[in-house]
């Protein structure tokens, strides 16, 4: 059962939806935003033929990109505006092959500190199994965020 979004959580979200439409990367792969909050992001991962490998399930750099992506954004919601961020880190533990269907990554701020944000995104396949989770840490420097 999921939550109903306030109505400051549709509107970053929404802000959220247009800015991730000038990424060219992610028009590429494929990846589109569910919701966005306070320290948290959902992302999903509709699987084409374009996203698997040699053997028919998901490509882990597709899914790492995916972690990456949704952390990032998730990181975002925690920063001051002005401050940009870099993924200075990234760890991720492939669970279960994703062999298609619509996949869900869903990223949480783990800590926040001054010059850097810790996070963590789980990737789940179709059913709901836990297929990838990953550990991120992002760098934060002056520059621009998601939010105007």
Same mark, same amino acid.
């Given at each position: 059962m ?8 549709k509107?970053v979200t929404e ?5 991730m ?10 990846f ?5 909050h306070? *320290?948290? &992001?959902?992302f999903?991962l509709d699987?084409r033929p ?5 053997? *028919?399930v ?6 790492a990109?995916?972690?990456?992506? /949704?952390?990032a954004?998730? &990181?975002? /919601?925690?920063i001051p505006?002005g401050?940009?961020?870099a ?16 996949v869900k990554a ?5 800590r926040?500190g001054?010059?850097?944000?810790v /996070? ?5 396949n179709? /059913? *709901?199994?836990l297929?990838?989770k990953?550990?991120?840490t992002?760098? &934060? &420097? ?7």
């Amino acid at each position: 059962m999921s939550r109903k979004m306030t109505a400051e959580e549709k509107h970053v979200t929404e802000l959220v939806r247009r800015r991730m439409k000038e990424s060219k990367s992610s028009e590429l792969l494929g990846f589109d935003v569910e919701s966005v909050h306070d *320290g948290r &992001a959902i992302f999903r991962l509709d699987v084409r033929p374009r996203h698997k490998q040699i053997h *028919g399930v998901v490509h882990g750099g597709i899914l790492a990109a995916l972690a990456d992506t /949704t952390a990032a954004i998730a &990181a975002y /919601t925690v920063i001051p505006k002005g401050v940009e961020i870099a993924t200075l880190e990234l760890k991720i533990n492939y669970l279960e092959p994703v062999p298609g269907g619509r996949v869900k990554a869903d990223a949480r701020v783990l800590r926040k500190g001054r010059n850097f944000i810790v /996070t963590e995104c789980e990737i789940f396949n179709e /059913t *709901g199994t836990l297929a990838a989770k990953a550990l991120l840490t992002f760098s &934060a &420097a002056g520059g621009n965020t998601l939010r105007k």
